[in-house]
């Protein structure tokens, strides 16, 4: 196994591991460095050793060891005071011997999603903690330093332990104050595993557990429409993923992307969840936003007519209520192909954000709509300007091919 | 965990004295909270007015002895709980019931040392 392969075993585990061993522990801190640990040992030994059959329990068992050890090791150099229950109970190591590995994780994001933890720091200590992605990773997500990420990530941590925010699972009356902050961070984390086209990045392993993840608190909480819109909206996503790439491995936009490849059976089950958010609350962002891919994934091939008209509709209900930059830059996107580019560069002109310079979206729209309008000069600028953005790699390849494809000769 | 729950209210609203009806009904509805509390209650205090605060500040080696409170602020420290619960969780939900007549604040700060 190669390092990279050792990565995503890592990465692939480590949400399950450090959620189960915090909850056992109750310390997040411990938990987090003992399965750094085990990894580093994992390292040292598989090369040789060989791979275990289940690897995740492997990382586990060593992790859980190296936290007993290291309990053990600050009890002796305090008076024992109470009596230690340090050893596994036999349920426990009956568990161990069956290989079970608990899931913690919905436990887990709700601990980092707590009210008592910095908004800002929320989400970026979910990444972290329950889908494992460096610190460089959410920093670039996040447009942070990543000095100033890591710091918050040490803060939220130390704040978690001093104020002892509880292990457990919220009391239901608590959820719909500890939702939002839960569903923004499913949200971001999903955006991050489908940013690979291909599936195939750091991230593919995790797309299939936000998924997963949206459904088991749509069991938990049936009736919030926030909870039903998100599960459809990652379904929705999740189901387009086949047509994101052509054959030579470049991004497919969504009005070109051909429907027979979609994922009907995600589709449908989006459809149904998406029904429930509507009947709940119909005006509420996070129905209308996956309305929004309702409407595309209505498309069964494609002869139907894009449905353009229908998606500015749904992006001016959703500024009523939602008025950011993302949104006006996926609205300016429907703007261009009813009125014209030009109308959507005068929408783009309009935005401001703090931050928007280093915003590859934004970049990738405009120059596209530059393109179309013929200032070929300015378009071929802020491909650049997009390219050093670090994008994924299908976007890279997508945006270096039209910029190549630019006639050199100035309009 | 042991947790001080600091009381941050306008004092005005109880006037100079911290006396009359206003405060009758505050402390009432403390002293009832407390009976509520029971075990999970392990001290507190309500506090007089900053009129009646000394403050003693130490600037490199010289302590000097001032009249009033640390800092002027909109709202007082006016009273304390210290509860012993099993986490954060139960400290908030004691903090919004302590009882509070006006727009307010409840601090809630873990004990050093545990």
Known sequence: MNGVALERVFRAASGRIIAALAARFRDLARAEDAFSESCLRAVRTWPAAGVPDDPAA?????????????????RKQQPVTEEASLDPSPEELLLNDACILPDERLRLIFICCHPAVATEARAALTLKLVCGLSVTEIARAFLLQE??????????????????????????????ERLDAVLSTLEIAYARAHEDAAGSGAHAGFAAEVLHLTKILTHLIPDDAAVAALAAQVRYAEARRPARLDAEGFLVPLSAQDPALWRRDLIDDANRLLADAIRIAPSEPRTLQAQLQQVWCARHSLADPAPWLEVLRVYDRLL????????????????????????????????????????????AVRADLLRRAGSLT????????ALQLDPPAAERRWLERKLAELPRSEN | MKYALLIYENEAFYGTEKAGPKIEEIVGKHMAFAGELGPKRIGGAGLKSTAATTTVRTAG????????PFAEAREQLGGFYLIDVANLDEAIEVAK??????DGAIEIRPLLGQ
Request: proline share 8%.
């Open chain 1, 58 to 74: 492997w990382l586990y068992r060593v992790a859980e060891r190296v936290v007993l050890d290291s309990i053990r090791r600050d």
């Open chain 1, 147 to 176: 000095a100033t990420l890591a710091q918050r990530l040490v803060r939220a941590k130390r704040k978690i332990a001093d104020a002892g925010v509880p292990f457990e699972l919220p009391s239901p009356e608590a959820w719909p």
């Open chain 1, 320 to 363: 009523l209520t939602r008025d950011d930059p993302i949104v006006r830059i996926n609205r300016a996107v429907a703007v261009a192909e009813i009125e014209g580019p030009d109308a959507a560069l005068v929408e783009l002109s309009r935005l401001d954000l703090p931050g928007l310079e280093e915003f590859l979206p934004y970049h």
């Open chain 1, 378 to 385: 300015e378009a071929a600028t802020a491909y650049a300007r």
């Open chain 2, 61 to 68: 080696n010289r302590k000097t002895v001032h009249d009033g």
């Open chain 2, 97 to 102: 019931k302590v009882p509070i007549l006006q």
